[in-house]
């Protein structure tokens, strides 16, 4: 089974089939709590109803007040007022403004009558009537339950819209005397709007509005319900209470609120299908999201194919691993991830084992190339030996010894350069610079020389000419033109892992420009088709790949230099594994 197969599986057993079977769980532990969340919701929905209704009958009371304290009304009914032509410019001037007001503050008010209890002069004009026609609307129980602070609301829905009038008695400035009775008639929409903000949450519910009694007084809006159903509702609830219940065998869903200033109990009535299909819209969801689910497994499936793919290509390359084959590395985009990383390495890694493995032919070559420049310099070197050392006897039987001391160092470097030797050490690499720089010191009395050493560092193995190049780079491009004090320093160091040795001067040093594009050169991101100038017949780009060949491609030689400050060589050379721990050792 591929590895993809086998993912994909897991992510099936691990997490799919466990989250549809969670849901699934989910869903059917939730639906007692849907339910009580949905009647709560309807719940605050009715009684957010009926708070605005009891805010519009607050709002028709305290109009009442308006005329309790309208002083020429209070002073008309009693009896203040006796001249008839004072009484018609009281009423034009400050008691019919005040009828009109009514109308103007609040468009729910449908008429508003007074009944004046002893006066009867008023009768004919608008806006009051004959305090006997009282007795037809309130019975004398109603009458003494108006209080100062407190009135009556009476409904009655015998007629096609509904009838609701708030009734209010008028008192004497002092309260000892009721000279009267207001009545507000209310527009019938008032109850419509509660009505309607019900219906247009649930356009398919019923509501109905019980009495005192518990008779349904008001028209069944939106239903199809039964008598039984009803008289089931009615039985259930009590013509005082309010709440949610359930009713007809768990079949409606009642919410009911009890309006305290009409005496009626306001019902909303949904059947539980309502709420089924509440879940059917949650199982559509439901639905898309089964299909979501899936439409992610499918991607999925492609991403884990794509991981896996190059997984098998680099395991398929792997198997066709062999020395000839060291120098193909596996094609095709690696990416930028964990594998992309592996990937990378594993091509790194067979590219560096296909240049261990021609290591040594590519030492030779190099070798074969410098001493094929070295004998292009070398003229009878055995007759140029004996010739330097009859020159320094000679020089020092005549007591020259700068000039015997001048035979004696080109001798060693001569002897050193034709040596046939393949590697050498740093110590004798050292030898051979100072050698060199004395040779130089002779012609420049001003060059001083400091030399940092690390005796750990002079036994390390390493190919010849990888210190003299740098050092006659730093005489004749950066010291020669110079004037005055001239020093070069050779240090040597280690820095994690490296042995670090620096070839610094105070010469004329070389623009920012020249030290990219000599530094590009060195790393072998730029061709160099430039002959190079030469002075050991070994050039830096030839120290570079000698020492990355000898060391591993991990070293490097680094330029840095300053337009007339100097200039620093360093080279970085990697030490290896065995080197580092016997150095280690022999530190204790």
Same mark, same amino acid.
């Given at each position: 089974?591929?590895?993809?197969?086998?993912?994909?599986?897991?992510?099936?057993?691990? %997490?799919?089939? $466990?989250?549809?079977?969670?849901?699934?769980?989910?869903?059917?532990?939730?639906?007692?709590?849907?339910?009580?969340?949905?009647?709560?919701?309807?719940?605050?929905?009715?009684?957010?109803?009926?708070?605005?209704?009891?805010?519009?009958?607050?709002?028709?009371?305290?109009?009442?007040? %308006?005329?309790?304290?309208?002083?020429?009304?209070?002073?008309?009914?009693?009896?203040?007022?006796?001249?008839?032509?004072?009484?018609?410019?009281? !009423?034009?001037?400050?008691?019919?403004?005040?009828? @009109?007001?009514?109308?103007?503050?609040? $468009?729910? +008010?449908?008429?508003?009558?007074?009944?004046?209890?002893?006066?009867?002069?008023?009768?004919?004009?608008?806006?009051?009537?004959?305090?006997?026609?009282?007795?037809?609307?309130?019975? $004398?129980?109603?009458?003494?339950?108006?209080? $100062?602070?407190?009135?009556?609301?009476?409904?009655?829905?015998?007629?096609?819209?509904?009838?609701?009038?708030?009734?209010?008695? &008028?008192?004497?400035?002092?309260?000892?005397?009721?000279?009267?009775?207001?009545?507000?008639?209310?527009?019938?929409?008032?109850?419509?709007?509660?009505?309607?903000?019900?219906?247009?949450?649930?356009?398919?519910?019923?509501?109905?509005?019980?009495?005192?009694?518990?008779?349904?007084?008001?028209? +069944?809006?939106?239903?199809?319900?039964?008598?039984?159903?009803?008289?089931? %509702?009615?039985?259930?609830?009590?013509?005082?209470?309010?709440?949610?219940?359930?009713?007809?065998?768990?079949?409606?869903?009642?919410?009911?609120?009890?309006?305290?200033? &009409?005496?009626?109990?306001?019902?909303?009535?949904?059947?539980?299908?309502?709420?089924?299909?509440?879940?059917?819209?949650?199982?559509?969801?439901?639905?898309?999201?089964?299909?979501?689910?899936?439409? &992610?497994?499918?991607?999925?499936?492609?991403?884990?194919?794509?991981?896996?793919?190059?997984?098998?290509?680099?395991?398929?390359?792997?198997?066709?691993?062999?020395?000839?084959?060291?120098?193909?590395p596996l094609k095709g985009k690696a990416g930028k991830d964990e594998i992309g990383f592996l990937i990378t390495n594993y091509n790194e890694m067979i590219s560096r084992m296909d240049e261990l493995v021609n290591h040594v032919q590519k030492v030779e070559m190099l070798k074969n190339e410098a001493d094929f420049k070295m004998l292009q310099a070398q003229i009878q070197p055995h007759f140029l030996y004996n010739t330097l050392e009859t020159m320094r006897m000679l020089a020092r039987s005549n007591?020259?010894?700068?000039?015997?001391?001048?035979?004696?160092?080109?001798?060693?470097?001569?002897?050193?350069?034709?040596?046939?030797?393949?590697?050498?050490?740093?110590?004798?690499?050292?030898?051979?610079?100072?050698?060199?720089?004395?040779?130089?010191?002779?012609?420049?009395?001003?060059?001083?020389?400091?030399?940092?050493?690390?005796?750990?560092?002079?036994?390390?193995?390493?190919?010849?000419?990888?210190?003299?190049?740098?050092?006659?780079?730093?005489?004749?491009?950066? &010291?020669?033109?110079?004037?005055?004090?001239?020093?070069?320093?050779?240090?040597?160091?280690?820095?994690?892992? !490296?042995?670090?040795?620096?070839?610094?001067?105070?010469?004329?040093?070389?623009?920012?420009?020249?030290?990219?594009?000599?530094?590009?050169?060195?790393?072998?991101?730029?061709?160099?088709?430039?002959?190079?100038?030469?002075?050991?017949? %070994?050039?830096?780009?030839?120290?570079?790949?000698?020492?990355?060949?000898?060391?591993?491609?991990? @070293?490097?030689?680094?330029?840095?230099?300053?337009?007339?400050?100097?200039?620093?060589?360093?080279?970085?050379?990697?030490?290896?594994?065995?080197?580092?721990?016997?150095?280690?050792?022999?530190?204790?």
């Amino acid at each position: 089974m591929r590895i993809s197969t086998k993912m994909f599986l897991g992510y099936v057993l691990l %997490i799919v089939l $466990p989250f549809l079977f969670f849901s699934l769980f989910i869903y059917f532990q939730l639906y007692d709590k849907l339910l009580t969340q949905y009647q709560l919701a309807n719940q605050q929905n009715i009684e957010q109803a009926a708070a605005n209704l009891d805010s519009s009958l607050v709002k028709m009371e305290s109009l009442t007040s %308006i005329y309790q304290n309208n002083a020429a009304l209070i002073d008309f009914l009693q009896g203040e007022v006796v001249d008839d032509r004072d009484l018609i410019y009281s !009423y034009l001037k400050e008691i019919n403004p005040a009828f @009109s007001f009514a109308y103007l503050a609040d $468009p729910l +008010v449908k008429n508003l009558i007074v009944y004046p209890k002893t006066q009867t002069r008023m009768l004919q004009a608008p806006g009051f009537q004959d305090y006997r026609e009282i007795e037809q609307l309130l019975t $004398p129980g109603e009458v003494n339950q108006l209080r $100062p602070d407190r009135g009556l609301w009476k409904h009655s829905f015998d007629s096609a819209a509904p009838v609701l009038n708030y009734y209010h008695k &008028l008192y004497s400035n002092s309260y000892t005397t009721d000279l009267g009775i207001v009545q507000i008639s209310v527009q019938p929409v008032l109850l419509d709007n509660m009505v309607l903000a019900l219906t247009q949450v649930h356009p398919d519910n019923a509501v109905m509005m019980l009495d005192r009694q518990g008779d349904v007084v008001y028209p +069944v809006i939106n239903t199809k319900l039964s008598t039984d159903q009803i008289r089931s %509702i009615t039985r259930t609830l009590g013509s005082e209470t309010e709440g949610t219940f359930l009713a007809d065998h768990d079949r409606l869903l009642i919410n009911s609120v009890h309006i305290s200033r &009409l005496g009626l109990t306001v019902i909303e009535v949904n059947k539980r299908t309502a709420l089924i299909e509440f879940l059917r819209v949650k199982q559509l969801w439901v639905a898309v999201g089964l299909g979501l689910l899936s439409l &992610l497994s499918i991607l999925y499936y492609w991403i884990i194919s794509s991981v896996t793919k190059r997984i098998v290509r680099l395991s398929r390359h792997m198997r066709r691993v062999e020395p000839e084959f060291l120098n193909n590395p596996l094609k095709g985009k690696a990416g930028k991830d964990e594998i992309g990383f592996l990937i990378t390495n594993y091509n790194e890694m067979i590219s560096r084992m296909d240049e261990l493995v021609n290591h040594v032919q590519k030492v030779e070559m190099l070798k074969n190339e410098a001493d094929f420049k070295m004998l292009q310099a070398q003229i009878q070197p055995h007759f140029l030996y004996n010739t330097l050392e009859t020159m320094r006897m000679l020089a020092r039987s005549n007591k020259d010894y700068k000039v015997a001391e001048m035979a004696f160092s080109l001798g060693n470097l001569f002897r050193y350069s034709l040596s046939k030797s393949d590697h050498t050490t740093l110590r004798d690499e050292l030898d051979h610079v100072n050698a060199y720089i004395a040779i130089h010191q002779i012609r420049m009395r001003d060059l001083e020389v400091e030399v940092q050493l690390d005796e750990a560092f002079l036994a390390l193995p390493c190919p010849r000419f990888i210190l003299q190049p740098l050092v006659e780079n730093s005489m004749i491009h950066g &010291l020669s033109g110079k004037r005055g004090a001239k020093w070069i320093a050779l240090r040597f160091g280690r820095e994690q892992g !490296y042995a670090r040795i620096e070839i610094a001067d105070n010469g004329s040093g070389m623009s920012a420009d020249q030290v990219i594009s000599l530094q590009r050169m060195l790393d072998g991101s730029k061709p160099n088709h430039e002959p190079q100038r030469e002075t050991t017949g %070994i050039g830096l780009s030839n120290v570079t790949e000698r020492v990355k060949a000898y060391f591993g491609n991990e @070293s490097s030689l680094t330029i840095t230099s300053t337009p007339g400050e100097g200039t620093v060589c360093c080279l970085r050379l990697l030490l290896k594994e065995d080197y580092a721990y016997a150095e280690a050792d022999d530190c204790g």
